[in-house]
């Protein structure tokens, strides 16, 4: 190609790419919603669990509709025993407004009767599921407990951590503030 032509090579290849520009910027998908998974910003992954009275509860039915604290801890695990008193406590004050408390049992050494039983001792006020199998708690890659899960109305996941968060009865009440998705499932 000769010397002369270069320039108005350059200046067509300038012309078309300024002209697909909006095209291509137009053509962009939209992002995609949060994918399930166990951190922060992560939908909250379904589930389907029975509890000591043998209630089915789901995760799917309460999004849309529930701020959802979800806590798996263990009969043994002293740490989880103290934090009974504060969900307990929290289940009462916000239950009406939208809190769904749910503890959830991981499945090491623990028999039903046994829950049951340490359940009605510490004067559990929330549903307790029964892992038994320990696929939620896979999923969730449980290792060390207690471990707290907020998930918002919208089933992502605001708050993960062995502990509760600072300032929790603020951060509830925000995720209770919150409008529903436009989009809810079914309910409980």
């Given at each position: 190609m000769s010397r002369p032509f270069r320039p108005a090579l350059i200046a067509a290849l300038a012309i078309v790419l300024a002209a697909t520009a909006g095209e291509a910027a137009a053509q962009k998908k939209p992002p995609a919603g949060?994918?399930?998974?166990?951190?922060?910003?992560?939908?909250?992954?379904?589930f389907t669990l029975k509890d000591l009275n043998n209630n089915t509860w789901s995760m799917e039915a309460m999004r849309g509709r529930k701020v959802v604290h979800l806590v798996?801890?263990?009969?043994?695990?002293?740490p989880c025993l103290?934090?009974?008193?504060?969900?307990n406590t929290a289940r009462e004050q916000?239950?009406?407004?939208?809190?769904?408390?749910?503890?959830?049992?991981?499945?090491?050494n623990q028999q039903p009767g046994l829950v049951r039983a340490v359940s009605?001792?510490?004067?559990?006020?929330y549903p307790?599921?029964?892992?038994?199998?320990?696929?939620?708690?896979g999923k969730y890659k449980i290792a060390t407990i207690p471990q707290n899960f907020l998930i918002g109305k919208d089933g992502v996941i605001r708050y993960a951590g062995t502990e509760l968060p600072p300032?929790?009865?603020?951060?509830?009440?925000?995720?209770?503030?919150?409008?529903?998705?436009?989009?809810?499932?079914s309910s409980r």
């Open positions: 949060p994918y399930p998974g166990r951190q922060v910003g992560d939908l909250a992954f379904d798996f801890w263990a009969t043994w695990c002293v103290q934090e009974i008193p504060v969900l916000f239950a009406g407004e939208g809190l769904e408390v749910l503890g959830v049992v991981v499945p090491i009605r001792d510490y004067k559990v006020a307790v599921l029964f892992d038994s199998e320990g696929d939620l708690s300032r929790y009865d603020a951060l509830v009440r925000s995720l209770l503030a919150e409008p529903p998705p436009a989009a809810s499932s």
